[in-house]
């Protein structure tokens, strides 16, 4: 269990070393992507569709960031344990390694990325809560859901090549469904209830309302969204580990 | 550069024990391989609506049963596809047999493709530790053997430079130097290396060597029958997945040729 432990720390540790070799802007980029981000979407979406959202950009960007933690670790543990096949056909090592170390890698990321956000929270004069102290805790809940879906997506990666492509446009309707860009109340009452079987409202919800609201979130959605997590990591985590015969007999 | 012989052997105390330290009890692989490759998901879903997806059976290995023992040199010979590299992928684990058991006692090297995992753009020490980790061993025993590592590969001055720079013998003789850091109790080799220049690879053998007169069980899979029978204490003929004949290396390589002549296999 140590040997694996240390290889997953390695293996992440490498995975953020070369993203950040790859770009010129290193780490500075990080820092800067979401800013960017943030700034074009907010003056188009409280222009176009005016939102009474007061103090919107942080609204959107603590959602916003949490998404494209989903968004980047989901593909990219498809795209390592596809390309760990390779790998996993000469020497025996657990696939799973590659997608926690994943996970933990982007875990870092996003938390570098939370900085602007705190830097535009400063500059707006929002308040800053004590109920901040529950972010990492929302995040590791994040991190445990992406891991289940990035398993889960990666079974079906194995065997299909255009998976990958299906999950991508999955990925895209899956932000439009989730209050991320827009608030709930947007959302007619009569669908609304559609919108709560969505796992991802209630993550964001564990993460965004410190930010927004200065606000734990209720103790009701921290209930629901850990049995998301759980549920979705141990269903992923089942239907891959119990696939890695035919996976060992595919390559 | 390359002329030092090791002289502290890079052994821990050699475990030599009475029992097998490998075992294969009637051990079966087989592959159902599709008549037809499918990869995309949408044609998966079209086919499974519409008609059945065909598939063969092939044996890549059946009921094969063997005992090495301790200190042993097993050459394993057949024609290509006779499951050779499928007995190797049993042994390292990589692949579960479809029926019977795979028995390992100790710790076990595979030499099969050196440099499992390397990555261009880091360092050659980045890609030491990387390798083995990967290879199962532990930061702290690796931080212990790393100079001698370094030394054995005669890469002191690259060491921290992308291995994006590395010629392909500096490469082979880095992944030789990480996979051989430790004395496994088992250790698998497929094809004895043709790596770097005359010199490294007197010094790969030397290590081989040195493995095995401390007591390291190996598996040589060669299609070079003189290497075999300079190295091997007995050999296995694999002939479609089975045994054809295991025993005395002269013995079976002479039934081997013969059968070779007559076209029987």
Redesign the interface.
């Known amino acids: 269990m140590g040997r694996l432990r240390e290889l997953v720390v390695l293996w992440a540790g490498r995975n953020i070393k070369l993203r950040y070799k790859r770009s010129a802007l290193g780490i500075l980029w990080t820092l800067l992507e979401p800013l960017m981000l943030m700034t074009i979407l907010s003056v188009v979406f409280s222009q176009l569709f005016r939102f009474q959202i007061e103090n919107y950009p942080i609204y959107l960007l603590s959602g916003l960031l949490l998404f494209d933690f989903f968004n980047r670790s989901t593909l990219q543990i498809v795209e390592e344990i596809v390309e760990s096949q390779g790998l996993a056909s000469r020497i025996y090592v657990p696939r799973t390694v590659f997608a926690v170390a994943t996970v933990l890698s982007y875990l870092l990321s996003w938390a570098i990325a939370l900085i602007p956000l705190l830097i535009i929270m400063l500059v707006l004069g929002h308040p800053f809560s004590i109920a901040l102290v529950t972010v990492p805790a929302g995040m590791v809940l994040t991190g445990l859901f992406a891991l289940g879906i990035g398993l889960l997506v990666a079974t079906l990666g194995i065997s299909f090549h255009d998976f990958k492509l299906t999950y991508q446009v999955l990925l895209t309707a899956w932000l439009y469904a989730t209050p991320i860009i827009y608030p709930i109340e947007v959302v007619p009452e009569e669908y609304r209830h559609w919108f709560m079987l969505n796992p991802l409202l209630y993550l964001c919800s564990t993460v965004r309302d410190p930010f927004f609201l200065g606000e734990v979130a209720p103790l009701e959605v921290w209930l629901v969204a850990i049995t998301f997590s759980v549920g979705t990591l141990g269903l992923g985590w089942w239907v891959f580990t119990s696939r890695r015969r035919a996976f060992d007999y595919h390559s | 550069m390359t002329t030092t012989v090791e002289s502290k052997p890079a052994t821990l105390a050699p475990s030599i024990s009475l029992e097998a330290p490998l075992e294969l009890a009637d051990v079966s692989v087989r ?2 391989i599709p008549t037809e490759r499918i ?4 044609e ?1 879903v079209l086919r499974r609506l519409t008609s059945k997806i065909e598939r063969r059976e092939l044996w890549a290995l059946k009921e094969v049963d063997v005992k090495v023992n301790s200190g042993e040199v097993l050459g394993v010979i057949g024609r290509n596809g006779a499951g050779k590299s499928t007995l190797l ?1 049993v042994v ?5 047999p479809t029926s019977g058991r795979v028995v390992i006692k100790g710790d076990l090297a ?1 030499l ?2 050196l440099g ?2 390397f ?1 261009f ?2 360092t050659g020490r ?1 890609n030491v ?2 390798n083995a ?7 702290k025993d690796v931080d212990d053997r790393l100079n001698l590592a370094i030394e054995f590969s005669g890469l002191r001055e690259f060491f921290d430079v992308p291995i994006r720079n590395y010629s392909s013998g500096m490469l082979a003789r880095l992944g030789f130097a990480v996979a051989t850091m430790f004395r496994p109790d088992i250790l698998l080799i497929d094809e004895i290396l043709a790596v770097g220049d005359a010199a490294f690879q007197d010094k790969c053998l030397n290590r081989i060597e040195e493995f095995r007169s401390s007591g390291t069980t190996i598996l040589l899979v060669s299609h070079q029958y003189h290497e075999i029978a300079q190295h091997c204490d007995r050999a296995l003929w694999l002939d479609q997945g089975r045994v054809a004949a295991i025993g005395k290396t002269q013995e079976v390589l002479d039934r081997y040729f013969e059968a070779l002549s007559i076209g029987q296999t």
């Open positions: 592959f159902d990869l995309s998901f949408k998966y992928k390292s684990r990589v692949l579960q595979p099969l493709e499992a995992g990555h753009d880091l980045e530790y990387l980790a990967l290879l199962g061993h532990r930061r």
